[in-house]
């Protein structure tokens, strides 16, 4: 349980007005906060919180709520997360009502049970476990890059040699996500890839710029798809093929941030077509991650020059859309469908509604 009023020693001080058995609060008060969890109570908090960011904006508001006491008694940590969970402080951030909110009920809450239970059990809760399957697509692209790493069967990137020095860097940039973020990135990904494959192309691209919510708000992502088919390839193998495709990202990614300048950095990934456009099975992934902090006349020229030579991202061609991310989906419209005169005369007819 979690019992705020209790500071340091009170702890263990039965003769402490507010003493509670089995309980914490603000044990160093006047250091660090630390945060006491049992076995049941981390695994719930991680499998909720299951990024990083997640994770640590959880804890920061938690420090925050029990030192200040907007909390003042929890039954369980669950109650605690549920609180978390169904309250928006703006930018697409959870955390717990300011203390000035809660003058109305004494400047705290004391939260009883069956709050998280409600709350998993609520259609909106469902709707955002469905929503979030594609953010798995992400989660899985860390895993793929992490164990090539480890591994050590990387390979040059536009030319650079693999170094777990760099990859790790690109790799931190990815983990960073939020689940919500991992969410609109994997849709954005999963999409290139069906895009590319349903008009057969031999070259697709996606560019992404951060949304609300961004753990890193200076960072685009750009998703190129490139099919190992042309003739050229073929002819002189799929290490060159890598090479091009490589080289070809660094191009797309220079090109993404000379459009974007509010942004300081890309991360790119690139992948093979799929198996419907290139007729072979099996690819290969790359990760490319491009920071430039300063703009000057003769890089902007270099780029535009690119843009030209490469045909990349020329504006011309450009579609433009959007993917909007609500953590928690609306539910769908339910709309009926009424039939022509006959079937809804038959449907009166065996005294119920036409089919929706």
Same mark, same amino acid.
């Given at each position: 349980? $979690?019992?705020?009023?209790?500071k340091g020693p009170s702890h263990v001080d039965p003769t402490f007005p507010g003493y509670t058995p089995f309980a914490f609060g603000d044990v160093d008060p006047d250091g660090p906060f630390v945060h006491v969890f049992d076995e049941t109570a981390l695994n719930l908090v991680l499998r909720e919180m299951d990024t990083i960011t997640d994770f640590v904006r959880y804890l920061g508001a938690r420090q925050a709520a029990i030192r200040q006491q907007v909390i003042g008694h929890a039954?369980?940590?669950?109650?605690?997360?549920? $609180?978390?969970l169904t309250t928006d402080i703006g930018d697409g951030e959870h955390g717990f009502p300011r203390p000035e909110q809660l003058e109305p009920f004494g400047g705290q809450i004391n939260l009883a049970g069956g709050m998280y239970r409600d709350f998993k059990?609520? #259609?909106?809760?469902?709707?955002?476990?469905?929503?979030?399957?594609?953010?798995?697509?992400?989660?899985?692209?860390?895993?793929?890059?992490?164990?090539?790493?480890?591994?050590?069967?990387?390979?040059?990137?536009?030319?650079?040699e693999p170094d777990a020095r760099l990859s790790e860097?690109?790799?931190?940039?990815?983990?960073?996500?939020?689940? =919500?973020?991992?969410?609109?990135?994997?849709?954005?990904? $999963?999409?290139?890839?069906?895009?590319?494959?349903?008009?057969?192309?031999d070259r697709f691209a996606r560019v992404v710029v951060p949304g609300e919510g961004a753990?890193? #708000?200076?960072?685009?992502?750009?998703?190129? $798809?490139?099919?190992?088919?042309?003739?050229w390839m073929v002819a002189e193998g799929y290490d060159r093929y890598r090479q091009f495709r490589s080289g070809l990202l660094k191009a797309y990614c220079e090109v993404a941030l000379y459009d974007n300048r509010h942004?300081?950095?890309m991360l790119g990934v690139a992948v093979?077509?799929?198996?419907?456009? =290139? %007729?072979?099975? %099996?690819?290969?992934?790359?990760l490319l991650l491009l920071e430039i902090d300063k703009w000057t006349p003769e890089h902007e020229s270099d780029v535009e020059r690119l843009?030209?030579? %490469? %045909?990349?991202?020329? #504006?011309a061609r450009l579609r433009r859309g959007g993917i909007s991310v609500s953590e928690f989906p609306p539910a769908p419209s339910r709309q009926s469908y009424k039939g022509n005169r006959s079937q809804r005369r038959a449907s009166a007819a065996r005294g119920r509604k036409g089919p929706r």
């Open positions: 349980m $979690v019992n705020s009023h209790l039954v369980s940590e669950a109650e605690i997360l549920a $609180v978390y059990a609520s #259609p909106a809760a469902r709707r955002k476990a469905e929503a979030d399957r594609v953010s798995y697509a992400w989660d899985k692209l860390i895993r793929v890059f992490t164990v090539n790493v480890l591994a050590g069967t990387s390979v040059a990137v536009a030319g650079i860097r690109s790799l931190r940039v990815m983990a960073l996500e939020t689940r =919500t973020s991992r969410r609109a990135l994997g849709e954005a990904f $999963v999409g290139a890839l069906a895009n590319a494959e349903q008009r057969g192309l753990a890193d #708000p200076e960072c685009g992502h750009v998703f190129l $798809v490139v099919a190992f088919r042309e003739p942004l300081k950095r093979d077509a799929s198996e419907q456009v =290139t %007729g072979r099975k %099996g690819g290969s992934e790359d843009r030209k030579q %490469g %045909g990349i991202l020329v #504006p």
